[in-house]
């Protein structure tokens, strides 16, 4: 008896025993049709085939009976069937009864190729940095399908595979991919995929993985050269999982900033935090980043650096004294002074320079200072000594910038105080007793306003009578002294002293000499003799200059006249004329005069 499929005998069995034989059959595909054919030989008078399809009794094909050469027969029965999945692992029997009596059981199981009917991919959500496992499950394939997992490729991990034969002869296999989750991976699609001979095309199952993490910040601007007043806008975009109930805070050099006027928070179309700034300041520069917190943990941005540059926040003129309206700079004549100008916080620095001053023969230095907003102050000194020449000098301190249309001035003149000079003018006309002087004292000096000018006579200072005035015109730096009825008293030196906080000055002297007549004409005459010499004198004192005498009445008179002259201690002149003649008779009662 020979039990075959597609004419390939897979079990036969012979006299002397007949009895039971097994086989196997396939493996086929679904849907195929199979031909099963039982053939019994050499069998006499009768036999007879019946088929089993597991308990199932089925009826094949009438059996073909044939006689044989040697006087026996041959019996041969076909069963057909359409191979589906309930046919897996199921025997089919083919039965040979002869004299009622079932001498052959040949049965053969019939193997197919069956596709897996469920693929399940198991991806449960993870932690950064904690262990994950991504399962596929493959189940109800025979032969073994091969398992693949697809969107895993840059993942670093290990892949272990695990099969199982169940109880109807499928195969379930699990493969199982180790790794260490990462943000990296976060919303990356996974496939499993499973190839089988029975499947025209894969099967597959996707998900989306899910890894939580901490944010993952970055902070982005277009890096371009910045000036004071530019609008400037930093973008923090980020990824985080969880997403929802983030925090983002701006930091300035590790420091929070907190939204101004200045410091505007956004979110811009894509979803991401915006930082504006409205105008570049000196409080803008430095590092900014942002931090942005979920329930895993926070994160902080690389920093980005904003610079600018700012023009000069001041030009500031300094000076050892400066006037209320600061306007003009004061110093003292001879006394070094120092004038200082400085541009502060600049970014580049501004070094200041000077206009005007080219006659001051000044020092200069230049300081430099970096302030704490990374701008720079940089200061120019001038030393240098004044003279009253200066004065009403007008200078500027100039500081230059990119950022500026037009230079920053700062304008004032040199005030420099002096201590008085002073001069005493007069007409130097002829003065006779009782005319009317005048002397002026020029003075020069600053502050002119609160000068005092003292006169002095002969070294003492000069009170004002009713005849003895002093007139002052601060406004043209003059005073006057007035002398009325001047007589002999007023001669001598005269001056005139002026005198500020500074110091003072004294004039030159000035000579007055006054015409003075004598202050007497005395004619001593004593009595006379006939005969006998006799000596007249006729005395002028206090003349100035000094006075001419003659002698009226003598004219026929043979005389001899000798004359005698004296300086006295208030520069008045004393003269003496004498005359020696001797008298007769005839100069009785003669009138003579002795005339100054």
């Not at 589906?84 to 059981?105: K, N, P, Q, Y």
């Not at 009578?465 to 007589?487: C, G, K, S």
Request: aromatic residues 4%; negative net charge.
């Amino acid at each position: 008896v020979t039990l075959s499929v597609r004419e390939e005998q897979l079990v036969t069995v012979e006299q002397p025993e007949l009895g039971i034989e097994t086989g196997v059959a396939g493996p086929f595909k679904l849907g195929e049709e199979i031909e099963l054919v039982c053939e019994a030989l050499h069998f006499k008078p009768e036999a007879s085939i019946s088929w089993r399809v597991g308990e199932e009794q089925l009826d094949g094909q009438p059996g073909q009976l044939e006689d044989l050469d040697d006087g026996t027969r041959s019996l041969r029965s076909s069963l057909k069937l359409s191979m589906d999945r309930e046919h897996l692992g199921v025997s089919v029997i083919c039965s040979v009864t002869f004299d009622e009596e079932t001498v052959a059981d040949l049965s053969v199981e019939l193997d197919i190729e069956v596709p897996p009917n469920t693929v399940e991919l198991i991806l449960p959500e993870l932690k950064e940095g904690e262990d994950g496992e991504v399962v596929c499950v493959s189940r109800g394939g025979r032969p073994s399908p091969y398992v693949s997992f697809a969107g895993l490729e840059n993942v670093d991990g290990k892949q272990e595979v695990e099969g199982e034969l169940e109880s109807d002869l499928t195969h379930t296999i699990t493969t199982r991919f180790k790794f260490t989750a990462s943000s990296e991976y976060d919303t990356s699609t996974v496939r499993c995929v499973v190839e089988h001979p029975a499947l025209t095309q894969s099967m597959e199952d996707s998900k989306q993985m899910v890894v939580q993490y901490a944010p993952v910040v970055l902070l982005v601007w277009d890096n371009r050269p910045l000036v004071e007043g530019d609008r400037v806008e930093l973008t923090c975009p980020y990824t985080a999982n969880p997403s929802e109930g983030l925090s983002v805070t701006w930091l300035i050099d590790s420091e929070e900033l907190q939204e101004t006027d200045n410091y505007m928070f956004d979110t811009n179309d894509e979803g991401e935090a915006v930082l504006v700034i409205e105008a570049m300041n000196r409080s803008s520069l430095g590092q900014f980043s942002c931090s942005v917190e979920n329930d895993l943990g926070v994160s902080e941005s690389n920093p980005v650096h904003l610079d600018a540059t700012f023009s000069p926040e001041q030009l500031v003129l300094e000076a050892d004294q400066m006037t209320a309206d600061g306007e003009a700079v004061q110093m003292t004549a001879d006394e070094e002074a120092v004038l200082r100008c400085t541009a502060t916080k600049a970014k580049p620095a501004v070094i200041p320079t000077w206009e005007g001053t080219e006659d001051l023969e000044a020092e200069e230095t230049i300081e430099q200072v970096e302030e704490e907003d990374s701008t720079i102050s940089v200061s120019s000194t001038l030393v240098f000594t004044p003279t009253k020449h200066h004065l009403g000098l007008p200078f500027r301190c100039v500081a230059e910038h990119p950022n500026l249309d037009q230079p920053m001035e700062q304008t004032a003149l040199i005030d420099v105080h002096y201590p008085p000079e002073a001069s005493l003018e007069w007409e130097n006309n002829t003065i006779v007793e009782g005319d009317t002087v005048e002397l002026r004292c020029i003075y020069s000096s600053n502050p002119s306003n609160g000068t005092i000018v003292t006169w002095l006579h002969n070294s003492e200072e000069i009170q004002q009578t009713e005849t003895v005035r002093v007139l002052m015109n601060e406004e043209d730096e003059e005073a006057v002294l007035v002398l009325e009825q001047v007589d002999r008293l007023t001669d001598g030196e005269y001056f005139c002293q002026a005198e500020n906080q500074l110091g003072s000055s004294l004039s030159d002297p000035v000579q007055i000499d006054v015409l003075l007549p004598p202050a007497e004409l005395n004619l001593a005459v004593e009595e006379m003799v006939a005969g006998e010499e006799t000596v007249l004198e006729c005395l002028a004192p206090g003349a100035r200059p000094r006075a001419v005498l003659h002698w009226v009445g003598l004219d026929h008179v043979d005389s001899a006249e000798e004359i005698e002259e004296e300086e006295e201690e208030d520069g008045t002149f004393s003269v003496v004329s004498k005359l020696s003649f001797t008298p007769t008779s005839v100069e009785n009662l003669l009138e003579i005069s002795c005339v100054a």
